[in-house]
């Protein structure tokens, strides 16, 4: 069945090279958006992006974010995203705080400007419970740390931890020599996450800085997760291996993560950047 055409105007952006097409459902009367999003999100036949997010209001927050991977799932939460949304939303007239309240399906995310294209957020606290994360790791009850997972001939050891979403750990020795493209789909669909899982493989190189590349569920591999690196932070922290502090080096940019105890929330620190903007034709048979 056809529909209308329309000009669609986005932005795109990116976070330490994790990048998005942004659409402002506030501004702009917006189609029907999850048929679009893997369209739009297309490398070859649309704009290109690993994420999609679309600015609406709300009734919980001062705005709300919606974010479609690049296969069309529509996902809870994208730390580089946030950043980049806020980001958004001071350059073009909807907010001139310094801080607000962005609604996602996480739950309510708080960025604050940090800076010239910087912006720190706080994450909230992250989730250890294996049935919220979640995953059937760790025989459901506790912390899932270096449990044992048999995944495409190899025997690993994965930490499970969700920042908002779900988030697998593995340790290696060296992040370039990783098989990330190999392993990646095949412990982000395995059966112990039922909601499928974002999985990082990183290396503490000093107590203040870990190398990390990542596995996003549903997108492939991105330069720069946000909350993955919040995520391989704190499972490092719980290990003894870092740092309160710590600098994430990822393939697009560094991020600052800080953790300051076990009732704290985490906050993540990091650069947001508008790239262009543009309108492209949708819809039509």
Known sequence: MSTEPCLLEFTKMHGAGND??????IRDALPPIAPLAARLCDRHF?????QLLVVRSSTTADFRMEIYNAD????????????????YLRDHG???????????????VRPRWAGPGRVRVQMGRPIFEPAKIPTTLGGGSGQV?????????????????????PHAVIFVADPDRAPVER????IENHPAFPNRVNVEFATPVSRRRIRQRTWERGTGETLACGSGACAVAVVSMLEGRVDREVTVELRGGELEIAWPGPESPVFMTGPASEVFTGRIRVGGS
């Not at 069309?72 to 980001?87: H, L, P």
């Not at 270096?146 to 969700?162: I, M, N, P, Q, T």
């Open 46 to 50: 649309g704009i290109g992006a690993d």
């Open 72 to 87: 069309g799932s529509q996902v809870e939460m994208c730390a580089n995203g946030i950043r980049t949304f806020f980001k």
């Open 183 to 186: 392993l990646g789909p095949l």
């Open 145 to 165: 740390l270096g449990v044992a997972l048999d995944v495409g001939g190899e025997h690993l050891r994965v930490s499970s931890v969700s920042m908002g979403n």
């Open 94 to 108: 909807h907010t001139t705080q310094d801080e607000i309240g962005i609604e996602t399906l996480a739950g309510v």
């Open 20 to 25: 998005f097409v942004v659409l402002d459902g």
